[in-house]
């Protein structure tokens, strides 16, 4: 059964700094990755999807990489800033299934 | 646009009351989805729809039902409410072709609360 894990659960940072977000999964037999935003109370924003073939994914200040054969993914936030606050959701793609999530990393950025 | 619809976004039962939740989608998917997210949880997989073909995750209670008349609809039926069925409601679809290339597309979410 696959299981995603993200780490950090929660981070903190000044305005402006780069940042990475970690995400793990224990099967490598995915379809693709999704990085996910959701604000407070709000749903699912897709971010960035990579394809299982691929290595990374960009869309302005994010990149994504993806190390299929170790079970691994960043989220790399450039220049953060405050509108970037929120939960971060890592989601795989395994079959013909819906997507297995993990928990969130809670981000602040501080003004 | 092309997008997913939920309705409501809030909705508040008493315990034991059924109800349903409402998703409409404009993207004519095949692949309809619902998932259940408590607090500071994943969100986490109840069933999906794949054009009429009905498929239930093995550890779904019993006590949630979904209903799909067509392609556009999906519902959510839960039957008796408790108070741990309280959670966001998330639909969400895709497009039928099993490739790296399918995005799914979530909706809003709908908050249920239940007294």
């Known amino acids: 059964k696959q299981e995603v894990t993200q780490i950090p659960a929660a981070l903190s940072v000044p305005e402006g700094e780069n940042l990475v977000l970690n995400c793990s999964f224990t099967d490598s037999a995915i379809y693709n990755l999704q990085w996910f935003r959701q604000d407070p109370g709000k749903g699912l924003t897709s971010l960035l999807l990579?394809?299982?073939?691929?290595r990374e994914q960009t869309s302005g200040r994010l990149n994504a990489s993806l190390d299929k054969s170790s079970g691994r993914s960043t989220l790399y936030i450039a220049a953060s800033q405050p509108g970037d606050s929120a939960t971060y959701l890592c989601?795989?793609?395994?079959?013909?299934?819906?997507?297995?999530f993990g928990k969130g990393t809670h981000l602040i950025i501080q003004p | 646009d092309a997008m997913v619809i939920q309705n409501p976004r809030y909705q508040v039962t008493q315990f034991g009351k059924p109800v349903t939740l409402s998703c409409s989608q404009t993207l004519n998917h095949n692949v309809m989805y619902w998932y259940q997210q408590k607090s500071s949880q994943a969100p986490k997989l109840l069933f999906h729809y794949y054009d009429k073909d009905f498929n239930n995750e093995a550890d779904t209670p019993d006590n949630f039902q979904s209903r799909r008349p067509n392609t556009s609809f999906c519902f959510l039926d839960i039957r008796s409410p408790g108070l741990g069925d309280a959670a966001m409601y998330l639909c969400?679809?895709?497009?039928?072709?099993?490739?790296?290339?399918?995005?799914?597309?979530f909706g809003p979410g709908t908050r249920l609360t239940v007294l």
């Open positions: 969400a679809t895709s497009s039928a072709a099993l490739s790296s290339y399918n995005e799914q597309f």
């Open positions: 989601a795989v793609r395994g079959g013909a299934d819906g997507l297995t």
């Open positions: 990579i394809q299982s073939s691929q």
